[in-house]
């Protein structure tokens, strides 16, 4: 990997710069707004995801006791199916 030296730009592009650049930038970054992923949404989300990883990889795990024990600390068992 190349190590790159950071130079300090010139002032005197400044000038230059702010004639090409979109003024519209600034208008841009105003109207951004928050997601309306909330964190409570996005732990669940991630606890849907584990739990359909963990049945990709064989484990008969069910959201439900995932979620019960992530949040409250419940056990949770695995379910072993029949043969």
Do not use: C
């Not at 710069?17 to 707004?33: A, E, G, P, W």
């Not at 990709?56 to 600390?73: A, R, T, V, Y």
């Amino acid at each position: 990997m190349t190590e790159l030296e950071f130079e300090i730009l010139p002032i005197s592009l400044l000038a230059d710069y702010l004639k090409i650049v979109d003024n519209s930038i600034q208008t841009h970054f105003d109207n951004l707004t928050d997601s309306e992923l909330s964190a409570g949404t996005f732990s669940f989300y991630t606890s849907v995801s584990a739990v359909f990883s963990s049945k990709i990889e064989g484990e008969n795990i069910e959201l439900d006791s995932f979620i019960k024990h992530k949040k409250w600390d419940v056990k949770f068992f695995l379910i072993i199916p029949k043969r």
